[in-house]
């Protein structure tokens, strides 16, 4: 094998869900279809990573523009929001096509393993958004393991110091598997788990 396609493969193990094993299959493939998928496949994610921004609001992906369309859509109930971890939590919530308020992604979780520091987070701008919104009631919507746990408190401390008026703070309800992710629950679960969603 030669060094770059050795490269190659240790570039995808650094993939989520992507060992040795399947990083060279998917290798061996792209080379193989040279012209045809991979061709799309460079062609499409040159142009998207020289358009995508992030919302100047929420974190989220967008194009060519600094606010998302969520954040953009007058229909949105903008009082509500709804804290992720990442994207993907974004985007399998949206899937349920329940939601109406806006969101906030943090982009990462407290974690003593990833030594995650709370300035990373970007709080700040989150208890911006909660007063120019006059926000009512903030969704934490984090992975129910000890991490999600622990971001959620330390979201409601700060959020409490800082925003006199209080907020109401929900969690999403029980169907939430124990250290289950979001982004990998069933549509249904999901929505129920919105929809049922507790007061603390
Ligand atoms: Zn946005």
């Not at 967008?62 to 007058?74: L, R």
């Not at 110091?161 to 929900?170: F, L, Q």
Request: glycine share 4%; with cysteine; aromatic share 6%.
């Amino acid at each position: 094998m030669n060094k770059e396609i050795s490269q190659l493969i240790r570039l995808f193990t650094q993939l989520p869900a992507l060992n040795y094993r399947s990083a060279t299959r998917i290798v061996s493939y792209l080379l193989k279809k040279r012209t045809g998928i991979t061709k799309l496949l460079t062609n499409q994610m040159t142009d998207l990573m020289a358009n995508i921004k992030c919302c100047c609001y929420c974190n989220n992906y967008c194009n060519n523009t600094n606010v998302c369309e969520i954040c953009s859509n007058t229909n949105r109930d903008n009082k509500t929001i709804c804290i992720v971890e990442d994207i993907s939590s974004l985007w399998a919530i949206e899937n349920a096509q329940t939601y109406e308020g806006v969101y906030y992604v943090l982009g990462g979780i407290l974690s003593i393993s990833e030594d995650t520091d709370p300035d990373d987070l970007a709080i700040e701008r989150l208890i911006e958004i909660i007063k120019n919104n006059d926000a009512t009631e903030l969704i934490m919507a984090l992975n129910s393991n000890l991490e999600g746990k622990t971001t959620a408190q330390y979201i409601i401390n700060i959020v409490n110091k800082y925003h006199e008026k209080g907020i109401a703070v929900s969690f999403l309800a029980s169907g939430v598997p124990i250290g289950g992710e979001i982004e990998f629950l069933d549509k249904n679960t999901l929505i129920e788990a919105i929809n049922s969603r507790k007061i603390l």
